[in-house]
């Protein structure tokens, strides 16, 4: 574990595991390439963070990929996730079209460069499938808050994220049927991808839950970069945890209180609702 400027730098053990069992099958150089591409994939997503002015814990490398932890202090909108999340595939086209560079003026190992463009562009793709915590899903799911209540959108991409998850899986194991060989490692990323959005599933309450604070902290933003307030009707009897289900992650809201016979009560700002909500130490909103 190493700390640069603040951003801690990790192994996970079985990486390390990983790494020195290479040495002995002969692979430690083809690993190393992944590892060095993967790095430099996460340095992507961390670079494009720090840029605006977010703080980068950690870069993390797990078994199975990396993963850079950057701190959301409620600045954090749909716009500025899907720039962070597509540095990292940026990152990786970069190096295809220097690796095509290389090879088309005749310099370096041919095969070494074409095994550096092919593990780019395996793990571009891959990391662009809409299943999170991977690119994909992370654009994915901030494409869709543009448009649709936030709780709403952390729902439907945590279910199409373990669907998809769900079917990577069985695709890894349909060689079985014919018996042949299986992928051992896309059983293993298959697994870890169900676990993954299984657990995101089960902590939607709690990451919703955190949206509301991080609105909280973030209003002059809010109101500054969504335009007009955008108006939420609502009943009287109607529950806190039903009008706050409505919230929108991009705009700022202004909720009419309507009585039963039709007339206006009053107009409430958003941050005066979430204020009520937590003052009645209610549990985490359910799915």
Sequence with gaps: MITIRGTVLSLHPLFVIIMLASVVTGNFLELLTLFTIVFIHELGHAGAAAAMGFKVRSIQMLPFGGVAVIEDNGRMNAYREMVIALAGPLQNAVMIGAGMLCQSMGWGDAQFLGYIIQSNIIIALFNLLPILPLDGGKLLQAAISLFAPYHSTLIWTSRAGLACSVIMLVYALLPLIHGKGVQLNLILIGLFLVYSNFEDYRNIPYRFLRFLVNRNRSYEDQEQE?????????????????????????????????????????????????ASYFSTKNPPLKR
């Design 226 to 274: 969504s335009g007009a307030a955008q108006p939420i009707v609502a009943d009287s009897s109607k529950p806190l945890d039903d009008i706050l289900r409505l919230f929108k992650r991009e705009k700022y809201h202004l909720i009419y209180v309507m009585s039963r016979s039709g007339g206006l009560l009053a107009v409430l700002p958003e941050q005066q609702v979430i």
